[in-house]
Protein backbone atom coordinates (compact mmCIF):
# COMPACT_ATOMS: atom_id res chain seq x y z
CA UNK A 1 0.00 0.00 0.00
CA UNK A 2 2.69 2.48 0.93
CA UNK A 3 3.98 2.18 -3.13
CA UNK A 4 0.88 3.62 -4.35
CA UNK A 5 1.20 7.23 -2.46
CA UNK A 6 4.19 7.81 -4.52
CA UNK A 7 2.24 6.83 -7.93
CA UNK A 8 -0.45 8.71 -6.93
CA UNK A 9 1.68 11.80 -6.12
CA UNK A 10 2.98 11.85 -9.65
CA UNK A 11 -0.21 11.95 -11.06
CA UNK A 12 -1.84 14.89 -9.22
CA UNK A 13 -1.54 17.12 -12.15
CA UNK A 14 -4.56 14.83 -13.45
CA UNK A 15 -6.07 15.40 -10.06
CA UNK A 16 -10.61 15.61 -9.59
CA UNK A 17 -12.84 15.79 -7.76
CA UNK A 18 -14.96 13.08 -9.17
CA UNK A 19 -18.38 14.30 -8.13
CA UNK A 20 -21.33 13.86 -10.20
CA UNK A 21 -23.17 17.31 -11.87
CA UNK A 22 -26.64 15.77 -12.34
CA UNK A 23 -29.54 17.58 -10.56
CA UNK A 24 -27.51 20.62 -10.36
CA UNK A 25 -28.35 23.60 -12.52
CA UNK A 26 -24.90 25.29 -11.57
CA UNK A 27 -23.03 22.18 -12.99
CA UNK A 28 -25.09 22.41 -16.47
CA UNK A 29 -22.65 25.62 -16.72
CA UNK A 30 -19.79 23.02 -16.79
CA UNK A 31 -21.72 20.98 -19.56
CA UNK A 32 -21.28 23.37 -22.05
CA UNK A 33 -18.24 25.33 -20.89
CA UNK A 34 -16.50 28.27 -22.37
CA UNK A 35 -12.59 27.45 -22.24
CA UNK A 36 -10.85 28.86 -19.72
CA UNK A 37 -14.09 30.71 -18.36
CA UNK A 38 -13.94 30.20 -14.54
CA UNK A 39 -17.20 29.01 -12.99
CA UNK A 40 -17.92 29.40 -9.03
CA UNK A 41 -20.03 26.48 -7.44
CA UNK A 42 -20.10 28.44 -4.10
CA UNK A 43 -17.55 25.17 -2.53
CA UNK A 44 -14.86 25.82 -4.86
CA UNK A 45 -14.10 27.12 -8.70
CA UNK A 46 -14.09 25.32 -11.48
CA UNK A 47 -12.33 25.94 -14.90
CA UNK A 48 -13.04 24.41 -18.08
CA UNK A 49 -9.56 23.87 -19.50
CA UNK A 50 -11.17 22.25 -22.95
CA UNK A 51 -13.73 20.53 -25.09
CA UNK A 52 -13.82 18.78 -28.35
CA UNK A 53 -17.11 18.16 -30.53
CA UNK A 54 -16.65 14.14 -29.41
CA UNK A 55 -17.91 15.18 -25.42
CA UNK A 56 -14.03 15.24 -24.37
CA UNK A 57 -13.23 17.73 -21.55
CA UNK A 58 -10.92 18.63 -19.06
CA UNK A 59 -11.65 21.14 -15.85
CA UNK A 60 -9.39 22.01 -13.37
CA UNK A 61 -11.05 22.16 -9.83
CA UNK A 62 -9.48 24.29 -6.53
CA UNK A 63 -11.68 24.37 -3.29
CA UNK A 64 -11.02 24.71 0.43
CA UNK A 65 -13.36 23.99 2.87
CA UNK A 66 -13.76 23.93 6.76
CA UNK A 67 -12.91 20.21 8.61
CA UNK A 68 -16.37 19.51 9.14
CA UNK A 69 -17.45 20.16 5.47
CA UNK A 70 -14.87 17.41 4.58
CA UNK A 71 -16.70 15.52 7.44
CA UNK A 72 -19.67 14.78 5.40
CA UNK A 73 -18.01 13.70 1.81
CA UNK A 74 -15.33 11.81 3.30
CA UNK A 75 -16.39 8.05 4.61
CA UNK A 76 -13.11 6.90 5.29
CA UNK A 77 -11.11 9.01 7.70
CA UNK A 78 -12.66 11.20 10.10
CA UNK A 79 -10.93 14.28 11.38
CA UNK A 80 -11.58 15.52 14.65
CA UNK A 81 -14.25 19.20 13.99
CA UNK A 82 -13.01 20.58 17.04
CA UNK A 83 -9.75 21.51 15.67
CA UNK A 84 -10.88 24.18 13.75
CA UNK A 85 -9.41 22.86 10.62
CA UNK A 86 -9.54 23.27 6.55
CA UNK A 87 -9.30 20.91 3.88
CA UNK A 88 -7.70 22.42 0.40
CA UNK A 89 -7.91 20.37 -2.83
CA UNK A 90 -6.44 21.20 -6.14
CA UNK A 91 -8.13 18.49 -8.81
CA UNK A 92 -8.54 18.05 -12.43
CA UNK A 93 -11.14 15.75 -14.34
CA UNK A 94 -10.85 14.15 -17.47
CA UNK A 95 -14.22 13.17 -19.44
CA UNK A 96 -13.40 10.47 -21.84
CA UNK A 97 -17.18 10.86 -23.46
CA UNK A 98 -20.25 12.31 -22.06
CA UNK A 99 -21.11 9.91 -19.41
CA UNK A 100 -17.34 8.63 -18.46
CA UNK A 101 -14.83 10.69 -16.53
CA UNK A 102 -10.95 9.72 -15.01
CA UNK A 103 -10.20 11.26 -12.07
CA UNK A 104 -7.64 11.96 -9.92
CA UNK A 105 -7.06 14.49 -6.68
CA UNK A 106 -5.10 15.71 -3.92
CA UNK A 107 -6.17 17.36 -1.05
CA UNK A 108 -4.76 18.12 2.39
CA UNK A 109 -6.19 18.57 5.96
CA UNK A 110 -4.32 21.03 8.15
CA UNK A 111 -5.50 20.80 11.89
CA UNK A 112 -4.71 23.78 14.02
CA UNK A 113 -4.88 21.83 17.38
CA UNK A 114 -3.20 18.77 17.78
CA UNK A 115 -4.24 17.03 14.76
CA UNK A 116 -1.64 16.25 12.11
CA UNK A 117 -1.31 17.23 8.82
CA UNK A 118 -2.65 14.29 6.56
CA UNK A 119 -2.07 14.76 2.41
CA UNK A 120 -4.67 12.67 0.92
CA UNK A 121 -4.61 11.53 -2.89
CA UNK A 122 -7.20 9.47 -5.40
CA UNK A 123 -7.62 8.02 -8.72
CA UNK A 124 -10.48 6.59 -10.12
CA UNK A 125 -13.59 6.73 -12.76
CA UNK A 126 -16.98 8.19 -12.31
CA UNK A 127 -19.85 7.08 -14.93
CA UNK A 128 -22.73 9.86 -15.13
CA UNK A 129 -26.31 8.57 -16.93
CA UNK A 130 -27.58 11.95 -15.68
CA UNK A 131 -29.97 11.03 -13.00
CA UNK A 132 -27.81 8.40 -12.01
CA UNK A 133 -24.54 8.34 -11.39
CA UNK A 134 -21.53 5.70 -9.86
CA UNK A 135 -17.81 5.72 -9.47
CA UNK A 136 -15.00 3.83 -8.30
CA UNK A 137 -11.35 4.99 -6.55
CA UNK A 138 -8.55 4.08 -5.01
CA UNK A 139 -7.11 6.22 -2.18
CA UNK A 140 -4.43 6.66 0.42
CA UNK A 141 -3.98 9.14 3.20
CA UNK A 142 -0.63 10.02 5.27
CA UNK A 143 0.61 12.29 7.73
CA UNK A 144 4.30 13.09 6.43
CA UNK A 145 5.23 15.39 9.66
CA UNK A 146 5.00 12.24 12.14
CA UNK A 147 7.82 10.26 10.42
CA UNK A 148 9.55 13.07 12.49
CA UNK A 149 11.54 11.40 15.81
CA UNK A 150 8.96 12.71 18.33
CA UNK A 151 8.99 13.51 21.90
CA UNK A 152 6.27 11.60 23.90
CA UNK A 153 4.23 8.42 21.63
CA UNK A 154 0.63 9.12 21.56
CA UNK A 155 1.23 13.00 21.50
CA UNK A 156 -0.93 14.17 18.22
CA UNK A 157 -4.11 12.27 17.71
CA UNK A 158 -6.75 13.28 15.48
CA UNK A 159 -7.71 10.40 13.04
CA UNK A 160 -10.63 8.71 13.58
CA UNK A 161 -9.37 8.97 17.40
CA UNK A 162 -6.30 7.23 17.08
CA UNK A 163 -3.00 7.91 18.53
CA UNK A 164 0.04 7.92 16.13
CA UNK A 165 -1.92 7.93 12.61
CA UNK A 166 1.04 7.02 9.84
CA UNK A 167 -0.70 6.06 6.74
CA UNK A 168 -4.06 4.47 4.79
CA UNK A 169 -5.13 3.26 1.37
CA UNK A 170 -8.57 2.52 1.29
CA UNK A 171 -11.12 1.22 -2.06
CA UNK A 172 -14.37 3.61 -2.58
CA UNK A 173 -17.23 3.11 -4.09
CA UNK A 174 -19.75 6.12 -4.29
CA UNK A 175 -22.98 6.55 -6.16
CA UNK A 176 -25.86 8.81 -6.39
CA UNK A 177 -29.36 9.53 -7.75
CA UNK A 178 -30.65 12.50 -8.60
CA UNK A 179 -34.26 13.58 -6.90
CA UNK A 180 -35.86 16.01 -9.19
CA UNK A 181 -33.72 19.24 -10.02
CA UNK A 182 -33.00 20.41 -6.65
CA UNK A 183 -32.63 16.86 -4.34
CA UNK A 184 -30.31 13.49 -4.30
CA UNK A 185 -29.24 10.70 -2.35
CA UNK A 186 -25.91 9.51 -2.04
CA UNK A 187 -24.36 6.60 -1.15
CA UNK A 188 -20.54 5.69 -0.60
CA UNK A 189 -18.56 2.79 0.45
CA UNK A 190 -14.61 2.16 1.80
CA UNK A 191 -12.73 -0.65 2.74
CA UNK A 192 -8.87 0.06 3.55
CA UNK A 193 -6.51 -0.64 5.89
CA UNK A 194 -5.22 2.07 8.31
CA UNK A 195 -0.68 1.83 9.39
CA UNK A 196 0.06 3.40 13.00
CA UNK A 197 3.73 4.09 13.62
CA UNK A 198 6.06 1.97 15.71
CA UNK A 199 5.70 1.77 19.31
CA UNK A 200 2.06 3.55 19.20
CA UNK A 201 -0.27 3.34 22.48
CA UNK A 202 -2.53 0.79 20.78
CA UNK A 203 0.07 -2.09 20.40
CA UNK A 204 -1.02 -3.18 17.23
CA UNK A 205 0.70 -2.26 13.73
CA UNK A 206 -2.41 -1.53 11.46
CA UNK A 207 -6.11 -2.24 11.39
CA UNK A 208 -8.46 -3.07 8.84
CA UNK A 209 -11.50 -0.16 8.22
CA UNK A 210 -14.74 -0.43 6.58
CA UNK A 211 -17.08 2.55 6.47
CA UNK A 212 -20.56 3.38 5.05
CA UNK A 213 -22.17 6.90 4.45
CA UNK A 214 -25.92 7.76 3.60
CA UNK A 215 -26.73 11.10 2.18
CA UNK A 216 -29.78 13.36 0.99
CA UNK A 217 -29.59 16.82 -0.21
CA UNK A 218 -32.78 18.86 -1.05
CA UNK A 219 -31.49 22.68 -2.07
CA UNK A 220 -28.93 24.18 0.15
CA UNK A 221 -29.43 21.91 2.95
CA UNK A 222 -27.56 18.59 3.14
CA UNK A 223 -27.51 16.02 5.78
CA UNK A 224 -24.85 13.08 6.16
CA UNK A 225 -24.67 9.67 8.50
CA UNK A 226 -21.03 7.77 8.30
CA UNK A 227 -20.55 4.46 9.82
CA UNK A 228 -17.27 2.97 10.65
CA UNK A 229 -15.74 0.01 12.40
CA UNK A 230 -12.04 -0.88 12.78
CA UNK A 231 -10.27 -4.19 14.28
CA UNK A 232 -6.51 -5.45 14.41
CA UNK A 233 -5.56 -6.42 10.71
CA UNK A 234 -4.00 -9.35 12.70
CA UNK A 235 -5.51 -11.35 16.04
CA UNK A 236 -3.60 -11.46 19.25
CA UNK A 237 -1.66 -9.04 20.62
CA UNK A 238 -2.85 -6.66 23.51
CA UNK A 239 -6.86 -6.57 21.88
CA UNK A 240 -6.83 -9.61 20.36
CA UNK A 241 -10.31 -9.41 17.88
CA UNK A 242 -11.35 -6.74 19.44
CA UNK A 243 -13.62 -4.15 17.17
CA UNK A 244 -14.66 -0.40 17.34
CA UNK A 245 -17.56 1.18 15.24
CA UNK A 246 -18.85 4.56 15.13
CA UNK A 247 -21.57 6.66 13.89
CA UNK A 248 -21.46 9.92 12.45
CA UNK A 249 -24.50 12.87 11.72
CA UNK A 250 -24.21 15.66 10.01
CA UNK A 251 -26.50 18.15 8.40
CA UNK A 252 -25.19 21.72 6.69
CA UNK A 253 -26.87 24.82 5.30
CA UNK A 254 -25.70 26.70 2.90
CA UNK A 255 -26.66 30.59 3.32
CA UNK A 256 -27.03 33.29 0.65
CA UNK A 257 -24.44 35.25 1.13
CA UNK A 258 -22.06 31.94 0.60
CA UNK A 259 -21.91 31.25 4.66
CA UNK A 260 -22.40 27.82 5.69
CA UNK A 261 -23.89 26.75 8.97
CA UNK A 262 -23.28 22.81 10.36
CA UNK A 263 -24.53 21.10 13.24
CA UNK A 264 -23.92 17.49 14.06
CA UNK A 265 -22.09 15.02 16.24
CA UNK A 266 -19.01 12.91 15.89
CA UNK A 267 -19.47 9.19 17.56
CA UNK A 268 -23.49 10.14 17.75
CA UNK A 269 -23.19 5.86 18.86
CA UNK A 270 -20.15 4.10 19.53
CA UNK A 271 -19.34 0.32 20.58
CA UNK A 272 -15.89 -0.14 22.04
CA UNK A 273 -15.72 2.83 24.33
CA UNK A 274 -12.34 3.99 25.34
CA UNK A 275 -11.49 2.59 28.97
CA UNK A 276 -8.09 2.51 30.97
CA UNK A 277 -6.43 -0.96 30.09
CA UNK A 278 -2.94 -1.76 30.88
CA UNK A 279 -2.28 -1.72 27.22
CA UNK A 280 -2.77 2.15 26.76
CA UNK A 281 -6.08 3.83 25.57
CA UNK A 282 -7.95 3.03 23.07
CA UNK A 283 -9.40 5.14 20.03
CA UNK A 284 -10.98 8.01 21.25
CA UNK A 285 -14.82 7.41 20.93
CA UNK A 286 -16.25 10.04 23.05
CA UNK A 287 -19.26 12.04 21.44
CA UNK A 288 -18.50 15.30 20.42
CA UNK A 289 -21.50 17.58 19.34
CA UNK A 290 -20.33 20.78 17.77
CA UNK A 291 -21.75 24.12 15.57
CA UNK A 292 -19.63 25.30 12.98
CA UNK A 293 -20.04 28.48 10.94
CA UNK A 294 -17.92 29.17 7.39
CA UNK A 295 -17.52 32.15 5.84
CA UNK A 296 -16.28 32.31 2.03
CA UNK A 297 -14.51 36.06 1.59
Excluded: C
Amino acid sequence: MRRILPLLTLLMPLAAAGQSLAGNSQAQQLLHPVTGQAVDLGYGVVVPMWRDRDGHMLMLKAAAQPAGSSQRADASLSFPVVDAGNVTSTDLQYGLDPHLQIHAGLSEHNGMARGPRVVGSEIGATYNLGRYSVGVSVGADSAPDQRLPRVLPGATPGVNGLPDFDSSAQLNARGRVAVGGQSGIDLGASVGRIRLLPGNELGVNSLDQKALSFGVDHGPLSGMLVGRTMQPTLPGGYYGDKRWSSIDLGVTLRLPWQGELSIGAQNLWSSGASVPTPAGPEPDQSRTPYVQYHQDL
